[in-house]
């Protein structure tokens, strides 16, 4: 089944100790983007790739590092987590032509206490 | 940089009406325009897009048009059902490139 898989699904964590939230997809995609969702906000996009060892910034990067080694993974690295990240977070990944829609991940709730 | 709004923030229709969310962009380089569905508890799924050279697209009950001139989008879902319930958010972007722009999103709530 063509899926991008989030692990894990809930964490909680407190402040300063460093996490990662892993992505993974099988459909070849070139594309991988992390959001955030908060209520009010929709959906902000944190960083992007657009293929291996190609990352860069989206709209709110501060507090987050990404790695694109290979390209199926794309993991999201909280360095020293803080209470304003409590969030739900997303992966999604597509094709770089022909069908650029996205295809998401169920998600990720983060609280940091 | 790109700016997307969506309105309304909520929005309930009887079972079997009509139901119409609109979207506004500030970038006249975007050029590729989905729509995605989110259900309580999953992520976004993408239920409809648009690109800069066609002014509708339809699929089924779901429609989606684009006015380039006046940089607005809209989705429109005829003979809504209870399972039509959900958040729904537009998007723009440009083909090509992966800085996307989301609404903050619409609730919709059809009542049977």
């Known amino acids: 089944e063509a899926q991008v898989t989030q692990n894990p699904r809930y964490l909680i964590t407190v402040t300063g100790k460093k996490l990662t939230v892993t992505c993974s997809q099988n459909?070849?995609?070139?594309?991988m983007s992390w959001y955030r969702q908060d209520p009010g906000l929709g959906l902000r996009q944190i960083y992007y790739?657009?293929?291996?060892?190609?990352?860069d910034k989206g709209d709110v990067p501060e507090g987050y590092k990404v790695s694109r080694k290979e390209k199926r993974n794309f993991p999201l690295i909280l360095e020293s987590p803080s209470p304003n990240q409590t969030s739900l977070y997303f992966c999604?990944?597509?094709?770089?032509?022909?069908?650029?829609?996205?295809?998401f991940g169920s998600g990720t709730r983060l609280t940091v206490v | 940089g790109e700016n997307v709004e969506q309105h309304p923030s909520t929005l309930s229709v009887q079972e079997g009406d009509s139901a119409v969310i609109k979207c506004t962009y500030s970038?006249?380089?975007?050029?590729?325009f989905p729509w995605y569905k989110q259900e309580l508890g999953k992520g976004p799924q993408l239920i409809i897009d648009?690109?800069?050279?066609?002014g509708e697209k339809k699929d089924q009950r779901i429609a989606v048009t684009l006015n380039k001139t006046a940089k607005h989008f809209s989705l429109h879902i005829t003979e809504t059902q209870p399972e039509d319930s959900a958040v729904y958010f537009c998007?723009?972007?440009?083909?090509?490139?992966?800085?996307?722009?989301f609404g903050i999103g619409t609730k919709l709530q059809v009542i049977p």
């Open positions: 970038d006249s380089a975007s050029n590729y």
């Open positions: 648009i690109r800069s050279n066609v």
């Open positions: 999604a990944s597509s094709h770089s032509q022909g069908t650029y829609g996205y295809t």
């Open positions: 459909m070849n995609h070139e594309y």
């Open positions: 790739s657009m293929n291996v060892e190609v990352t």
């Open positions: 998007a723009a972007s440009i083909m090509g490139y992966q800085k996307v722009t």
